[in-house]
């Protein structure tokens, strides 16, 4: 085994080894992740329903250690080859490779681990849907939202703040490239129903989608 082979492997188990040691030993509340009267609804059996939910709860709670695990192999192995100079370059992507792994799952997990690590209230990072993360991580004022979660916001209300700031940010993108001309859908259901005959399956379950959106919005 080559010299830069036999240190990355100590390194990967020098990350595993120190996970294993310090691996936090917490229960996250899962109600905000799983809509828990679903599977109050499945059975009356109150004995059946109770066991349903204790084994959700361990599921969701080993999904989200694992990831955070996985998330301080890859941040430790990125970091160490990172800063051990331009003979190391390109040697995460091949060691990912190596290991099986997507380079962007990979990052997924740092990025979860990374956030984790700057917060007091761990929970809110260790639940927060994916997206919400790639959203903090990538914010230029995510310095804001750290402080809000170490003054004890939880993860449903960072999450609103950041729905809102995408919704507002979509808004005045559209905002700024149209002018709102409706005339041009003005025909768009003349001889509706002839054109939707001539749609495909597919095309028709997402024309079908879309105007319950349009629905929505015309008739609030």
């Known amino acids: 085994m080559s010299k830069v ?3 990355i492997k100590n390194m990967l188990q020098s990350s595993i080894d120190k996970t294993n040691v310090n691996k936090e030993e917490h229960n996250y509340k899962i ?3 799983v809509n828990l009267d679903l599977i109050k609804s499945l059975t ?3 004995e059946i329903t109770d066991m349903l939910i ?3 709860s361990s599921l ?8 955070l695990s996985l998330g301080e192999i890859f941040t430790s192995v990125f970091e160490k080859l990172s800063k051990s100079g331009s003979k190391y370059d390109g040697l995460y992507e091949k060691w990912l490779q190596l290991n099986g792994i997507n380079k962007k799952t990979a990052l997924r997990y740092r ?5 984790y690590l700057l917060v007091k209230n761990k929970e809110s990072i ?3 849907p994916q997206k919400y993360i790639d959203i903090l991580y990538s914010e230029e004022d995510k310095t804001k939202y750290i402080n809000n979660i170490n003054n004890g916001a939880t993860c449903e209300e960072i999450v609103n703040l950041l729905k809102d700031k ?3 940010s979509k808004i005045e993108e559209y905002s700024n490239t149209t002018d709102f001309d409706f005339k041009n859908y003005s025909t768009l259901f003349v001889d509706f129903n002839r054109k939707i005959e001539t749609l495909k399956e597919k095309e028709k379950i997402e024309l079908q989608k879309y105007l319950e959106k349009i629905n929505k919005i015309l008739n609030k």
Not at 60 to 67: D, V
Not at 111 to 115: G, Q
């Open 31 to 33: 109600d905000s992740i």
């Open 44 to 46: 009356d059996d109150k």
């Open 54 to 56: 204790s084994k959700t």
């Open 166 to 168: 995408t919704e507002i």
């Open 60 to 67: 969701i709670n080993l999904q989200i250690k694992n990831a």
């Open 5 to 7: 082979r036999l240190e």
């Open 111 to 115: 990025k979860r681990y990374e956030l």
């Open 126 to 128: 260790a639940i927060m």
